[in-house]
């Protein structure tokens, strides 16, 4: 058998199919695992927590709570009016602070609220 017999006898072997099954990398997965169960909001919200407190003190701190940040807006809860007034006052040192910290949140502004 010469060469050329050989090319066209080797061309009538079917090729191998790719497999319709892929197999997906660890990080692909954790990625999705992390999204699904939560774990990135539950961290990202801890994270918040922490630097506000650093921003407005224990005892501010304290008598807020830590919402959620929509559209660059944080939103804190305070826990009656005296405390609602002091975290107005601190706003801007405590947003400053927030958006040295914390830049990947991309906080514009805080706004307060009274917990009903």
Request: charged letters at 30%; glycine letters at 4%.
């Amino acid at each position: 058998m010469d060469d050329k017999e050989e090319q066209i006898y080797l061309s009538q072997i079917p090729k191998a199919q790719p497999s319709r099954f892929r197999a997906k990398t660890i990080s692909s997965i954790m990625d999705r695992l992390i999204i699904e169960k939560g774990y990135a909001a539950q961290q990202s919200a801890q994270v918040l927590e922490e630097q506000w407190r650093i921003a407005v003190g224990e005892d501010l701190f304290s008598q807020s709570r830590v919402g959620k940040v929509s559209r660059g807006i944080l939103q804190i809860f305070a826990s009656n009016t005296i405390v609602l007034s002091e975290l107005e006052y601190s706003k801007s040192k405590a947003l400053r602070h927030l958006k040295t910290t914390l830049p990947d949140f991309k906080i514009k502004d805080i706004r307060f609220k009274l917990i009903s």
